[in-house]
């Protein structure tokens, strides 16, 4: 394969009442996290049916780069600030990038 983006799919759920305060904590370790260079994207995506539902999209540029971020402080506050917030331990797959091209991320 040409591509080599990493995507992760971290799902989450959240303790009902606090939905509110993991969204808030979530959003700003996405803002953040993109900021990282490598990271392509870092996408935040809330359940329709069910909002105490996430997925967390993760793109990674390198197979390095998962690593790299969870050293960062804003993933350890993250980590930690939302670790009492999870109704059920978090899960993650793991995914190539197929199309689009990695260019055009």
């Not at 799902?11 to 979530?26: G, I, K, M, Q």
């Not at 490598?38 to 993760?58: H, N, S």
């Not at 009492?84 to 190539?96: D, I, L, N």
């Amino acid at each position: 394969m040409s591509n080599s983006l990493l995507i992760v799919h971290v799902h989450v759920r959240v303790r009902p009442e606090l939905v509110d305060a993991f969204r808030s904590a979530t959003i700003e370790n996405a803002r953040e996290s993109v900021k990282e260079p490598g990271i392509a994207r870092f996408d935040v995506v809330q359940d329709t049916e069910d909002p105490a539902r996430f997925v967390l999209v993760e793109v990674y540029r390198t197979k390095e780069a998962p690593a790299a971020h969870k050293e960062t402080a804003h993933y350890q506050r993250w980590r930690d600030t939302v670790a009492e917030m999870m109704a059920e331990p978090r899960t993650s797959r793991k995914y190539v990038n197929v199309f689009p091209d990695d260019a055009e991320v």
